[in-house]
Nanobody
């Protein structure tokens, strides 16, 4: 099982930017597809972005066009850069390893909270 640790969340004013980071344990990171999800309390967790081992990316939801997923295999880290943040982007953001074949998450991090003030 891969251990994932997110960081970079916090309080940001509307219109601001944040970069979230997720460090993965183990030595299979470079071969792993990764994903970012987010969840608002009381609502289902939704996928925000995925990045495959060959750096092919995919975006979904309302953050599409305002975020960029990237990875640094030397650091076992996946990033999510978010720009032009809105109050409705307030959520807990989770990193996950991702089964690209089935389109489903595998391992989860504990999440990092993002709060966008109006």
């Amino acid at each position: 099982q891969v251990q994932l640790v997110e960081s970079g969340g916090g309080l940001v004013p509307a219109g601001g930017s944040l970069r979230l980071s997720c460090v993965a344990s183990g030595n299979i990171f470079s071969r792993s597809a990764m994903a970012w999800y987010r969840q608002v309390p009381g609502k289902p967790r939704e996928r925000v972005a995925t990045i495959l081992s060959d750096n092919v990316t995919n975006y979904a939801g309302s953050l599409k066009g305002r975020c960029t997923i990237s990875r640094d295999n030397d650091k076992n880290t996946v990033y999510l850069r978010m720009d032009s943040l809105k109050p409705e982007d307030t959520a807990i953001y989770f990193c996950a390893t991702f089964d690209a074949h089935w389109g489903t998450p595998i391992d989860w991090g504990q999440g990092t909270e993002v709060f966008v003030s109006s």
